[in-house]
């Protein structure tokens, strides 16, 4: 049976339509939260917590780190995202509605609203029927209707997230995923909470740069000069920074999970409650060095 598509609602912004799987990732990777609202016609609306369609469960800390340092890290990671999601940025990513087209989709539906909420009864119990089978089939059917009717001129967009835009100037929220910035000479640059997943700064200068939670997960920092910068709680998960000079730099709450630190200049950084390259937690007062 084709899948219904759900729209998503956080601080009065409609988003969407997306597959349950498409949410199911955006959960996981913290993009949205439970307190998100979802809904089938944009009409009615239960959190997606409430509504049981979605996997809720947080993402799992690393075996390593003892359950008082794994507190603290969840905090601090759950403190970024909520910093992450408040940013004006994520607003741009919003599916601009057309009035009139959205009228007539609603009017399409609506008489299948019953139909709906017994999809959402027999999901949630976990108790199928043909009856409920076929009255699911013609909600699809009408979901799917309405939204080609109002989307014909504009495909449904890929990802929650926004677009990478590899030309932005950097700022906070800046999206440069998988973006070439190889030789970047930018010292002292603002970043808070950039997506920098794989992004190749090979050669950066940076030195003094302020990239406080920053996702840099699989970026490539090969000789990147970094010294003096501020890195507090960014996420370096499988990232290359062989040869990087991170000297004096501030690395609390960073992850440094499965990253390559061969020939890392790290003197004098701080790496009080870092997750450390084997998943270990560091000890606060411990500069140059995880222990």
Same mark, same amino acid.
């Given at each position: ?23 199911? #990732? ?8 439970? $307190? *998100?609202?979802?809904?089938? !016609?944009?009409?009615? *609306?239960? /959190? ?17 780190? &003892? ?5 603290? *890290?969840?905090?601090?990671? +759950?403190?970024?995202? +909520? ?7 994520? #607003? ?24 709906? $909420? ?9 108790? /199928? ?5 076929? %009255?699911? #089939? ?30 932005? %100037?950097?700022?906070?929220?800046? !999206? ?7 030789? %970047? ?15 190749? =700064?090979? $050669? ?7 990239? #406080? ?7 490539? =920092?090969? !000789? ?16 290359? =920074?062989?040869?990087?000079? =991170? ?28 997750? *450390? ?9 411990? &500069?140059?060095?995880?222990?």
């Amino acid at each position: 049976m084709t899948q219904p598509l759900w729209y998503l609602r956080h601080q009065g912004k409609v988003y969407g339509p997306f597959p349950v799987p498409q949410i199911d #990732t955006a959960l996981a990777e913290g993009d949205v939260t439970p $307190e *998100w609202e979802v809904s089938l !016609n944009e009409s009615d *609306w239960l /959190t997606i917590a409430e509504s049981g369609q979605f996997n809720c469960a947080p993402p799992d800390l690393p075996d390593a780190a &003892p359950d008082s340092e794994a507190r603290g *890290w969840r905090e601090e990671r +759950q403190r970024a995202r +909520q910093r992450w999601l408040r940013e004006p940025h994520l #607003t741009e990513s919003a599916v601009q509605h057309d009035l009139e087209r959205d009228a007539r989709a609603r009017q399409a539906i609506s008489t299948d609203h019953a139909a709906t $909420e017994a999809l959402l009864r027999e999901e949630k119990h976990k108790r /199928t029927s043909p009856l409920a089978a076929l %009255l699911a #089939t013609l909600m699809v059917l009408s979901v799917g209707v309405a939204i080609l009717w109002g989307q014909r001129e504009k495909p449904i967009q890929a990802k929650i997230a926004l677009v990478a835009d590899c030309a932005s %100037l950097p700022g906070d929220g800046m !999206n440069w995923t998988s973006c070439d910035k190889r030789g %970047l000479h930018l010292p002292g640059m603002r970043a808070h909470n950039a997506r920098l997943e794989r992004v190749r =700064l090979d $050669e950066a200068r940076l030195s003094g740069a302020d990239l #406080t939670y920053a996702m840099l997960r699989g970026a490539s =920092l090969r !000789n990147a000069q970094l010294s003096g910068s501020i890195l507090v709680g960014v996420d370096l998960t499988g990232a290359d =920074l062989s040869g990087a000079d =991170l000297t004096g730099a501030d690395l609390r709450f960073a992850v440094l999970a499965g990253a390559n630190i061969t020939g890392v200049r790290i003197d004098s950084a701080r790496l009080g409650k870092a997750v *450390w390259t084997d998943g270990r937690s560091c000890e606060d007062g411990a &500069p140059g060095a995880c222990r």
